[in-house]
């Protein structure tokens, strides 16, 4: 099989293909489309070994190319990872078809009649990194919203992905769905990846999913709409009114239940009177936890063994068990430095006291402010909405946790019998 | 008074001033805002004279450099156009704030209580060509969304635009809303202008209104994201069916009643049978309303003094009494051709038909679709929205006419006392 031999003009008839895909697959009805990802779960359960020994490939350029072990965990499948892909596509025919929901209705004086309603965007493409899993879960949000999907994965999952894919459109022929509906760039070159940034004509957003650096690249070179996802710079406030055992309870989950990813905890931002009072027991229970502190002055003064953090520190994820520390002498200034260095993820301040927390969750903008909670909760299963395609970091069209309703957009039909103006 | 006077540095802190008045106008009541609208309403009428005398200063540059009447007509204000300004200013009161509305809310099993609320987006970059008047339209919808505006208004009406803008700010200081909330760009330098359109950290949205290269050139070169507007290269689909006076009323009305707007009628396509049968008559109810006609062969063939149609007549806007002409065989083929060349804003179908409309309507993707009416409906205040800031021609965020929910966005409220997960 030949892997990443393509042209500018094979990505251009796939964009088209998706696009004819997209007009058929948008009539569908919900039952054929759930049928379809039924289908899809069935064949990838059925075809595990074969993903799997595909997968093997993968993992073996990886670890020649020294992958670090938190990469090639994400790169990783098992009979248990494929099981819950599987099970994650059947959940997602369980979800409300949003596509032919009436926004709204209404008669003008004149008779005319007007109907809003919900429907697919057209075509998806989505451009992700080493995860195979996203391959299937971008797919089946895609198709159960009536929309065509162009996958662009991450060139270190190339063998798995295309595998993926494989079984996909195996499991598709036996379906109302084309295969078309489904198309995956099958390159490692950057040049041809990024054509697909500019084919307005056939793509109608851009799904980047991964650091920080594939999202501003996809920004910086798009002209089709972006998505934006998943970068957190998450911060937590500790007002000086902040009761100690929820905040041990708070920042200990918020930083360690699942370091890695975005609604994880980043900096703590620490009212000096509360700081104070506390730094002993929370540095103590920071150390339990294995976490590697990196402070202001305020901080090293203190804590001797801890990092001095500096202006990468305020500014990036760590995605690891490191926590930056800032002391500071109240809300605004809190306010003030996630107005500077967030990036519109989640946001938390712990304290007893209502009017700081409604100063808070007021004044900071960002897609999840909480007060007394863990930022964990950001996310689409947590919250109820169901799987989500990714957290949305941006203010137009969907913020959060973005389900099948940010992947559809709205059309009148108005129906008349002669009005005019 | 200098006039074009700027550096990249003035219009960051220009930025930077509007992203901090967006904070304290975000928390302001909708009383507040409506009073401040009122104010700025009463002091437009006031200084009527001052804003007409610097009307006359681009006037004057623009008869210089012998702009067209229609452009001249877009920049000229008149006392009766001051009034109308105001009156709009003054609708916008009327009409309902979106801020604070609750979208949803909900508790999760743990206890953690979820709200979704409304929000403004925050600073709106508002780039626009001739017309005086959207520096206060844009001003009004901001505003009273709990927005602050970057207006950067067409160069040739510099003067005008600068005048509008002190009497906003001299109205402002007499109310709750900062006057840093509307900052005016005022040069006429491209590339100076075009910093606006990376200033992720300020701006929250660029909406560009005016001709598709303006729009085009934001859409290229911002990594803002972009509320894209108005272009309409609109059809409509006489088929077989189709009623005759029905046509000739709709096509009359959706071509002439206003030409020069986006959602004036730009092509006809008709079926060949219909075509055959009321040919005669369709030609000279456009000769008597002074259309001129650009066809295929066929219409050629049967009307020597129409123009011959190229590739520019399906693909662009003519915003005049011309109109494109092209005999077809289908439904089918209709929608292939609006697939082709239509800008997704407005489509049309005149049938009796039942089931070719429902075809028409389901496959045609655009923001409105209409069933034996006139596509002069697409406006926001023809449809019960109010005023708009624009008409989105776009998927994401808005779709259609833009009022004041397009100006928005949402924030998940967690609050807990101690929810981890």
């Known amino acids: 099989m030949s892997i990443g031999n393509l042209t500018k003009k094979t990505i251009l008839s796939q964009a088209n293909e998706a696009k004819k895909a997209a007009k058929s697959l948008s009539l569908l009805s919900s039952k054929e489309k759930n049928e379809a990802l039924q289908k899809i779960a069935d064949e990838i359960e059925k075809e595990a070994s074969f993903i799997l020994q595909e997968n093997k490939k993968d993992l073996k350029i990886g670890r020649e190319r020294h992958y670090d072990d938190a990469f090639m965990d994400r790169l990783a499948l098992s009979e248990a990872?494929?099981?819950s892909i599987a099970t994650s596509l059947r959940e997602v025919t369980q979800l409300h078809d949003p596509v032919g929901d009436i926004i709204e209705e209404w008669n003008l004086?004149?008779?005319?009649?007007v109907k809003n309603i919900q429907v697919p965007l057209g075509v998806i493409g989505m451009i992700y990194e080493a995860r195979p899993?996203?391959?299937v879960d971008a797919t089946g949000l895609a198709l159960k919203s009536g929309n065509a999907i162009v996958l662009k994965g991450g060139s270190s999952a190339l063998y798995s992905n295309k595998a993926l894919v494989s079984v996909i459109h195996q499991a598709l022929v036996q379906t109302s769905i084309p295969t078309e509906a489904v198309q995956f760039i099958a390159t490692a070159d950057r040049e041809i990846t990024e054509q697909l940034f500019t084919m307005h004509h056939y793509i109608d957003v851009l799904i980047p999913?991964?650091?920080?650096s594939l999202i501003e690249t996809v920004v910086k070179k798009a002209t089709i709409p972006v998505l934006e996802t998943g970068v957190g710079n998450v911060h937590m406030y500790i007002d000086e009114h902040a009761d100690v055992k929820k905040?041990?309870?708070?920042?200990v989950n918020a930083k360690t239940d699942r370091p890695a990813v975005c609604n994880a905890l980043e900096t703590l931002l620490i009212n000096k009177t509360w700081f104070q009072r506390n730094k002993e027991l929370l540095f103590s229970e920071l150390k339990k936890c294995n976490i590697t502190i990196h402070g202001d002055q305020v901080v090293t003064h203190?804590?001797?063994?801890?990092?001095?953090?500096?202006?990468t520190d305020w500014a990036e994820e760590y995605l690891s068990l490191d926590l930056a520390i800032k002391i500071i002498g109240n809300v605004e200034e809190a306010i003030e430095h996630i107005d500077s260095y967030g990036t519109k993820h989640s946001e938390a301040i712990i304290t007893e006291d209502p009017q700081v927390a409604k100063q808070f969750m007021q004044e900071v903008d960002a897609a999840a402010v909480y007060h007394n909670a863990s930022t964990r909760f950001t996310d689409g299963g947590a919250l109820g909405f169901g799987a989500e395609i990714g957290i949305s970091t941006q203010k137009l069209h969907a913020r959060g946790p973005m389900g099948l309703p940010a992947l559809t957009t709205?059309?009148?039909?108005?129906s008349g019998n002669g009005q005019i103006r």
Not at 247 to 251: A, L, P
């Open 81 to 83: 990872r494929i099981l």
């Open 109 to 113: 004086d004149n008779g005319l009649h």
């Open 133 to 135: 899993n996203v391959t």
């Open 209 to 212: 999913r991964g650091g920080r």
């Open 247 to 251: 905040v041990i309870s708070i920042v």
């Open 302 to 311: 203190h804590l001797p063994e801890a990092l001095t953090a500096t202006e």
């Open 410 to 414: 709205s059309k009148l039909c108005l």
